[in-house]
């Protein structure tokens, strides 16, 4: 358990007390301050706001000092380390990707939040996260080791960020096959991060990447194949086929909306039954175009309504609806009917869908 002192009740402040509770649930935060006298006093979720004199001073001694503040972290860094002898390496400071002002956005999400080191040495920090335990699972563990954005933070030579956190969501599905001789593909396996923490993760499936890059071919090692290509071509979906059926499919590729679809429905009859297929960065979208990917195809069915108008048929087509059944489900092309017919749920989860086959 490590004690965190919070150094800025503003709104900052309060987004990263919120922030640490759900990500860091290892550390304790022991104490809030603010050198603003009108903060001082106030209860901030369950946190009274002190003086730094008061929460700096006393014997609740902090491991590490989080500064939330935009503009003067290196100020109150200074103090910190010169006033109350705070140690520097034990100093990390908050950097927000977004405008000032905004902090309190509704929408603000996780990845705008990074945990900079005050000093260029991230020794200490590193040595913190690595006593973490497992209580958002082992694939979360695995995932922060070796540094894929599916995890809940990344550890960065510049820092600590804020990532997906797919990871904990994932953990609950596939555990009970973890040690089964399954096979499973990931569509976009990048800089090889993901693939070797499958390759941990299950200790006996065969893992298929795919990637555009033909660099992903250097990740291969036992039981990890990649296949170089483009998700959405038949050439990399027959090469595919010759592996078999998978039990789990992740799409991590080009995040395109209408990529997505492509893959999904060609890759439909390659997922076992009982199995699972997840899109992922779903949010990406919606966004501008990604300078290291090919150019995003827009379009005008977003990838959530693509999976919800599934949901819609999958509950209203009944027997008792013919009106309904021919006037929606018979003019479905004969692929996504026969998905329909093999559905078996859909989870939306913050940035993924996962659906499950019957
Ligand atoms: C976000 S990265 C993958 C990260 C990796 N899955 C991880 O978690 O460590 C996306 C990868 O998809 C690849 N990619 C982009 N478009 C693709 C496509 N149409 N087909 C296959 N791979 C693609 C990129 O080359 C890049 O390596």
Same mark, same amino acid.
């Given at each position: 358990?490590?004690?965190?002192?919070?150094?800025?009740?503003?709104?900052?402040?309060?987004?990263?007390?919120?922030?640490?509770?759900?990500?860091?649930?290892?550390?304790?935060?022991?104490?809030?301050?603010?050198?603003?006298?009108?903060?001082?006093?106030?209860?901030?979720?369950?946190?009274?706001?002190?003086?730094?004199?008061?929460?700096?001073?006393?014997?609740?001694?902090?491991?590490?000092?989080?500064?939330?503040?935009?503009?003067?972290?290196?100020?109150?860094?200074?103090?910190?380390?010169?006033?109350?002898?705070?140690?520097?390496?034990?100093?990390?400071?908050?950097?927000?990707?977004?405008?000032?002002?905004?902090?309190?956005?509704?929408?603000?999400?996780?990845?705008?939040?990074?945990?900079?080191?005050?000093?260029?040495?991230?020794?200490?920090?590193?040595?913190?996260?690595?006593?973490?335990?497992?209580?958002?699972?082992?694939?979360?563990?695995?995932?922060?080791?070796?540094?894929?954005?599916?995890?809940?933070?990344?550890?960065?030579?510049?820092?600590?960020?804020?990532?997906?956190?797919?990871?904990?969501?994932?953990?609950?599905?596939?555990?009970?096959?973890?040690?089964?001789?399954?096979?499973?593909?990931?569509?976009?396996?990048?800089?090889?991060?993901?693939?070797?923490?499958?390759?941990?993760?299950?200790?006996?499936?065969?893992?298929?990447?795919?990637?555009?890059?033909?660099?992903?071919?250097?990740?291969?090692? /036992?039981? =990890?194949?990649? #296949?170089?290509?483009?998700?959405?071509?038949? *050439?990399? +979906?027959?090469?595919?086929?010759?592996?078999? %059926?998978?039990?789990?499919?992740?799409?991590?590729?080009?995040?395109?909306?209408?990529?997505?679809?492509?893959?999904?429905?060609?890759?439909?009859?390659?997922?076992?039954?009982?199995?699972?297929?997840?899109?992922?960065?779903?949010?990406?979208?919606?966004?501008?175009?990604?300078?290291?990917?090919?150019?995003?195809?827009?379009?005008?069915?977003?990838?959530?309504?693509?999976?919800?108008?599934?949901?819609?048929?999958?509950?209203?087509?009944?027997?008792?609806?013919?009106?309904?059944?021919?006037?929606?489900?018979?003019?479905?092309? /004969?692929? =996504?009917?026969? #998905?329909?017919?093999?559905?078996?749920?859909? *989870?939306? +989860?913050?940035?993924?869908?996962?659906?499950? %086959?019957?």
């Amino acid at each position: 358990m490590k004690r965190i002192a919070i150094w800025g009740g503003a709104d900052l402040g309060r987004l990263v007390v919120k922030q640490i509770r759900a990500y860091f649930k290892e550390w304790e935060i022991v104490s809030l301050m603010d050198k603003n006298p009108d903060l001082q006093g106030v209860k901030i979720l369950e946190y009274f706001v002190a003086s730094p004199e008061e929460a700096l001073s006393n014997e609740k001694e902090a491991d590490i000092l989080i500064i939330c503040s935009s503009n003067y972290y290196k100020e109150i860094g200074a103090e910190a380390i010169e006033k109350y002898k705070f140690p520097e390496d034990k100093i990390l400071f908050v950097k927000t990707s977004w405008p000032t002002g905004l902090q309190m956005h509704p929408a603000i999400r996780q990845e705008n939040i990074h945990f900079m080191p005050l000093s260029k040495n991230l020794e200490y920090i590193k040595s913190v996260i690595a006593e973490l335990k497992t209580s958002e699972g082992v694939l979360n563990s695995i995932g922060i080791k070796y540094g894929t954005d599916k995890a809940s933070i990344m550890i960065m030579e510049s820092g600590i960020r804020l990532t997906h956190d797919y990871l904990r969501h994932y953990d609950r599905l596939l555990q009970n096959i973890r040690h089964e001789r399954k096979t499973i593909c990931e569509l976009g396996c990048g800089n090889g991060a993901s693939l070797k923490m499958w390759k941990e993760y299950f200790t006996q499936a065969q893992i298929i990447g795919v990637d555009i890059n033909t660099k992903a071919k250097a990740f291969e090692e /036992e039981r =990890v194949e990649v #296949i170089c290509g483009n998700s959405t071509d038949d *050439t990399t +979906i027959s090469e595919l086929r010759k592996r078999g %059926k998978f039990y789990l499919i992740i799409d991590d590729a080009s995040h395109a909306w209408g990529d997505m679809r492509v893959s999904f429905e060609k890759l439909w009859d390659l997922l076992e039954s009982g199995g699972i297929y997840i899109l992922e960065d779903c949010f990406c979208g919606a966004q501008g175009s990604f300078a290291q990917y090919p150019p995003i195809v827009y379009d005008s069915q977003s990838i959530f309504d693509y999976v919800l108008s599934r949901a819609k048929i999958m509950n209203f087509c009944k027997d008792w609806n013919p009106e309904y059944n021919h006037y929606h489900f018979n003019l479905l092309p /004969e692929k =996504v009917k026969q #998905i329909e017919r093999e559905l078996d749920s859909i *989870t939306i +989860i913050y940035g993924a869908c996962i659906i499950h %086959k019957r």
